[in-house]
């Protein structure tokens, strides 16, 4: 792997979220995980959306799903996509994982149309 550049990014979202205390996670977020592997050519970023989403639904991790759920809407996934993916995830991840990733979808929603007015 390339040296990572030193020079921080602070527009990015992990810059923000955490790049005052953990400034090198951010870096290897920003460089590593959404310029190195997101951008592979095996799976499209739509594809990876919903790859991504399904995990962090089934794996209850709903402190980045709304992030994720927001980069899924703007990749081209939509809210019934999504919902149906919640559904679907309801049987093999159980109620719970749904029922907390559904609130989280209903305020991205909203707030994405919030924003679109």
């Not at 951008?39 to 989403?53: E, K």
Request: glycine share 6%.
């Amino acid at each position: 792997m390339a040296e990572l550049d030193q020079t921080p990014r602070h527009s990015t979202t992990a810059q923000q979220a955490f790049g005052d205390i953990a400034p090198d996670l951010a870096r290897y977020t920003d460089r590593v995980l959404f310029d190195d592997v997101w951008a592979r050519p095996g799976l499209t970023p739509r594809d990876r959306c919903m790859v991504t989403v399904t995990c962090l639904i089934a794996l209850y991790r709903g402190n980045e799903l709304g992030f994720h759920l927001r980069k899924a809407l703007d990749t081209g996934v939509s809210e019934s996509e999504i919902i149906e993916i919640i559904t679907h995830l309801a049987f093999y991840s159980g109620w719970p994982t749904a029922s907390t990733a559904l609130g989280i979808a209903r305020q991205v929603f909203e707030d994405k149309k919030e924003t679109t007015r």
